[in-house]
């Protein structure tokens, strides 16, 4: 399995694939309505680069594909990256995609000085939630609903990226809810 990242020199077969994946991603969320724009969405994520998108890719094709936001604190002086989206197709589940795409954020972020990467997830998602606690993610508690159709709080979880020559987190984990 590769991962590579979808930007404006990917072709276009493979950033196509990713897109359909997105939608798909929102139709597990319930967003049944809106494919065209969330095709539109994630085009633009992939031109403008202000996400970083990645794909695993398999033998027969793309596999999965997470999306990333930077963001910075002012206070901490420090950057934290949102992994926001991770979907793996149904057809390429229990190959590993989820955990290779996940750790490829956790290097990346590594390797660019980011502090802490943070997700949200369901409380329900606990193939996701073990996923998450295997690759060193702690939970921070519950946090407010997303959106109104989401219908319950979704968990906040947070990866203390650690300084290559100290070992240490760059930036102190938040208190706990």
Same mark, same amino acid.
């Given at each position: 399995?590769?991962?590579?990242?979808?930007?404006? /020199?990917?072709?276009?077969?493979?950033?196509?694939? =990713?897109?359909e @994946?997105?939608?798909?991603?929102?139709?597990?969320?319930?967003?049944?309505?809106?494919?065209?724009?969330?095709?539109?969405f994630?085009?633009?994520?992939? +031109?403008?680069?202000?996400?970083?998108? *990645?794909?695993?890719?398999?033998?027969?094709?793309?596999?999965g594909?997470?999306?990333?936001?930077p963001?910075?604190?002012?206070?901490?002086?420090?950057?934290? *990256? *949102?992994?926001?989206?991770?979907?793996?197709?149904?057809?390429?589940?229990?190959?590993?995609?989820?955990?290779?795409?996940?750790?490829?954020? #956790?290097?990346?972020?590594?390797?660019?000085?980011?502090?802490e990467?943070?997700?949200?997830?369901?409380?329900?998602?606990? /193939?996701? +939630?073990? #996923?998450?606690?295997?690759?060193?993610?702690? @939970?921070?508690g &519950?946090?407010a &609903?997303?959106?109104?159709?989401?219908?319950?709080a979704? @968990?906040?979880?947070?990866?203390?990226? &650690?300084? &290559?020559?100290?070992?240490?987190? +760059?930036?102190?984990?938040?208190?706990? =809810?």
């Amino acid at each position: 399995m590769t991962i590579t990242r979808i930007d404006g /020199t990917t072709d276009a077969r493979t950033t196509s694939a =990713v897109v359909e @994946l997105f939608v798909a991603y929102r139709h597990f969320y319930g967003r049944l309505d809106t494919d065209d724009d969330a095709r539109t969405f994630l085009h633009r994520r992939v +031109r403008t680069q202000d996400s970083f998108v *990645w794909a695993a890719l398999a033998d027969d094709g793309v596999a999965g594909f997470v999306q990333v936001y930077p963001a910075h604190t002012s206070l901490d002086l420090g950057t934290v *990256w *949102w992994l926001n989206d991770l979907f793996v197709a149904p057809t390429a589940r229990a190959i590993g995609a989820g955990r290779a795409l996940v750790q490829h954020v #956790l290097d990346e972020a590594a390797a660019n000085g980011v502090a802490e990467v943070r997700l949200e997830t369901q409380p329900s998602n606990t /193939t996701a +939630r073990a #996923l998450y606690e295997r690759l060193g993610f702690t @939970l921070d508690g &519950p946090s407010a &609903p997303v959106a109104e159709h989401d219908g319950g709080a979704f @968990l906040t979880y947070t990866y203390g990226v &650690p300084d &290559p020559t100290t070992g240490a987190a +760059r930036m102190a984990p938040a208190e706990s =809810v």
